[in-house]
């Protein structure tokens, strides 16, 4: 199953694997929502590198899985980037 991240229109961008996709549906399961991130310029850059500084990432904890309905871009990540994004801490209160 590859891991992607999917920016949304109105939802916002997410880091997990797909399931399915259909038109702007998409279905992902192991998912972290990307909320704020400092150490990468773009997604693309994420989506390659991740991000040089996860201490000032805000990513959310793993949900099992999400439907959203408005994805606009879809980015395959690299190992190097999975790696990284799954080692940067949970964001929570």
Same mark, same amino acid.
């Given at each position: 199953?590859?891991?992607?991240? !999917?920016?949304?229109?109105?939802?916002?961008?997410?880091?997990?694997? %797909? !399931?399915?996709?259909?038109?702007?549906?998409?279905?992902?399961?192991? !998912?972290?929502?990307?909320?704020?991130? !400092?150490?990468? +310029?773009?997604?693309?850059?994420?989506?390659?590198?991740? =991000?040089?500084?996860?201490?000032?990432?805000?990513? =959310?904890?793993?949900?099992?899985?999400?439907?959203?309905?408005?994805?606009?871009?879809?980015?395959?990540? =690299?190992?190097?980037?999975?790696? +990284? %994004?799954?080692?940067?801490?949970?964001?929570?209160?």
């Amino acid at each position: 199953m590859e891991k992607c991240i !999917v920016r949304c229109d109105r939802s916002g961008v997410f880091f997990g694997e %797909i !399931v399915e996709i259909e038109g702007q549906r998409c279905r992902l399961k192991n !998912v972290r929502k990307l909320y704020f991130w !400092v150490g990468a +310029n773009c997604l693309e850059q994420l989506c390659m590198e991740g =991000t040089k500084f996860p201490e000032g990432c805000k990513f =959310t904890m793993k949900v099992i899985e999400i439907e959203v309905y408005d994805m606009i871009q879809k980015l395959r990540c =690299t190992e190097k980037a999975i790696s +990284n %994004i799954e080692g940067v801490p949970i964001w929570k209160r």
